[in-house]
């Protein structure tokens, strides 16, 4: 009988909720170190992170964890994308990530990584502006639809 009273004390300890304090953005020097104290106290309770992160944000979490053990495991692109269900450009993404020791969005890598596509002169002129002509009505009776000639 007493066991069993001494371990519902124990559980209720266990259950109590754990106060979550943020420390003041002005006791950091900046507001990276800031944000990054916060992430540490926010990992160490899940209820607050899953009150704030998105099903879909949860799912991208595990999936670059995934992708980034299988990826120190030796495997490749291939075989990463058919066991976890994910793109060569996700794949991808987390190397870069492991060789930075920081991961940034495809977004963010475009703006300094990837260049602007270079088409050649042909596709400037001619071809597109065929194309974008509108429907209009001539003296002859004719309506003229992307450069054909048709009858009203």
Known sequence: MEETIRKR???????????????????????KEWE??????????????????????????VMRVAVRERILSGKSYREIGNEVWCSPQTV??????????????????????????????????GLREKSRKKARATHTGLVQLSGIPRSR
């Open 9 to 31: 004390r124990y559980m209720k300890k266990d259950t109590r909720k754990k106060k979550f304090y943020i420390p003041p953005i002005s006791h950091y020097p900046s507001r």
């Open 36 to 61: 990054y104290a916060v992430w540490k106290l926010a990992v160490r309770f899940p209820e607050i992170l899953g009150a704030v992160i998105t099903p879909s944000e949860r799912r991208n979490l």
């Open 92 to 125: 991808s993404g987390m190397k870069k990530a492991l060789r930075e020791e920081q991961y940034r969005s495809y977004w963010e890598r475009g703006k300094t990584e990837r260049k602007k596509k270079a088409y050649s002169p042909m596709f400037r002129g």
